[in-house]
């Protein structure tokens, strides 16, 4: 007797055919298009990509005329309904990597239709935008995750590590910086960052970094910034942002962090982005630089436009392995894979009875739940409220959090009534 086995799947949608896109879920969905996805706890399972909703479809169509049988063929949804259509496909979960102040309609448009969702950072801007969406989801049993690629670096790894094993000692205070080229701004996401700032695009990784790697109470929220490059110097669109993050342990100490964001670099500075962190503990000091620790390569007529000199192949790189197999990996592609683990454990693990002891297994796992995205969220609020206070005359406010109760409150500097953010 011929007896054909059918391969459980996940059916994957994908929410914005951008930037993101090209660099990490693409190669992620043509890897596992090619070889499938494999764990001990499940077995082989596929994970099509079968629907893509964006803006106006344009990308989504290039893609699919090079990509060929690269990728599972995709139904393509534009336009105001373009989400509604890519429910309709039956989708399992959908990965959200549209321009941030988009993800919390999109998210609970999609836990709403009882789909898994994995939400680009920052997850959202407002803790209120958090508690409901984090409410939803538990209410259906679906996973809301979200992207940190950051905290999967090698260097960040090590770096929480030794925190963990105690080999390095109650943190006291921090320093995180990272630019950007005037590209990223004036074209990749030119379309978008009217009103933005790239401490929110991009601090986030670090204020989830500190968040996650330290713990402690988030207490104070201060920031401030320049204006005048990428929009106007009166404007609310920011060209650099700095922030200051002050937590306390549970020992009454404090550390203090700072977080300088740029995207206004020259163009033809040798590096894709320039990162660099410093910790300092009771015990000894912790020092990254992203391109230090790399290489260096000159391409005429290439470097440092086209081509840049120093380059970071741990995020995201495209090699020749020795064996002839062209491949991309990183851990930006990482750690769209572990979510997929994570989402097929739940669902094929085990016995279907067990399935609700495995959803809290997952849930739990703090580096990427939305549960656990309080504080990088309060954070991350009261960093936008701070600077629309100086955008409209008003420079200078501090963002407390409140206890027990959470709540963000801001204080303007010569006025005694405080603004409650949440």
């Known amino acids: 007797m011929n007896m054909t086995t059918v391969r459980p799947s996940l059916h994957a949608g994908m929410v914005g055919m951008g930037m993101i896109f090209d660099e990490t879920y693409r190669p992620f969905f043509e890897r ?8 001990h706890r499940f077995g082989a399972i596929d994970v099509p990509l079968v629907a893509v909703a964006s803006r106006t479809g344009h990308r989504a169509e290039a893609y699919r005329a090079t990509a060929g049988s690269k990728i599972h063929p995709f139904e393509s949804f534009s336009g105001s309904d373009g989400i509604d259509h890519l429910i309709r496909t039956g989708i399992d979960f959908a990965c959200v990597a549209t321009p941030d102040d988009r993800h919390f309609t999109v998210a609970k448009k999609l836990l709403e239709a009882g789909v898994h969702v994995l939400i680009e950072k920052p997850s959202v801007l407002r803790l209120q ?25 090698p260097d960040h790894k090590k770096l ?51 968040d ?24 609310p669109t920011w060209d650099s942002t700095q922030l200051r993050l002050i937590y306390e342990y549970d020992d009454g100490r404090e550390a203090a962090f700072d977080i300088h964001t740029s995207w206004v670099t020259p163009d033809n500075f040798p590096g894709y982005v320039e990162q660099e962190v410093q910790f300092r ?43 002839g197999e062209r491949s991309q990996r990183g851990y930006g592609v990482e750690v769209l894979e572990r979510f997929a683990r994570e989402l097929a454990y739940v669902k094929f693990g085990g016995d279907s009875a067990e399935q609700p002891v495995r959803y809290a297994e997952i849930q739990s796992l703090a580096y990427n739940d939305l549960a656990a995205d309080r504080q990088t969220v309060a954070a991350v609020q009261a960093l936008e409220a701070i600077l629309e206070h100086q955008a409209a005359g008003e420079p200078d406010c501090v963002v407390r959090v409140g206890t027990p109760d959470g709540k963000l409150v801001l204080y303007r500097p010569g006025n005694s009534t405080p603004v409650v953010l949440c």
């Open 32 to 39: 596992v298009q090619r070889e499938s996805l494999f764990d």
């Open 129 to 153: 935008e958090l508690d409901e969406l984090v409410s939803l989801a538990q209410s259906k049993c679906l996973l809301a995750k979200v992207v940190y690629h950051k905290l999967l670096d």
């Open 160 to 210: 929480r590590t030794l925190v963990a094993d105690n080999v390095l000692q109650h943190v006291n205070h921090g320093y995180c910086s990272l630019l950007e080229p005037k590209q990223v701004s004036g074209s990749q996401f030119a379309e978008w960052i009217t009103g933005r700032n790239p401490g929110t695009y991009v601090a986030v990784h670090y204020i989830k970094l500190i």
């Open 212 to 235: 996650f790697t330290f713990g402690g109470r988030l207490k104070t929220i201060a920031a401030t910034g320049q204006r005048g490059i990428v929009g106007p110097k009166d404007g």
């Open 281 to 323: 503990f009771d015990n000894g000091v912790w020092n990254g630089h992203s391109r230090k620790r790399g290489v260096e390569c000159t391409v005429e007529g290439e470097t440092p436009i086209s081509r840049k000199i120093t380059m970071n192949n741990h995020y995201n790189g495209t090699f020749l392995e020795p064996w």
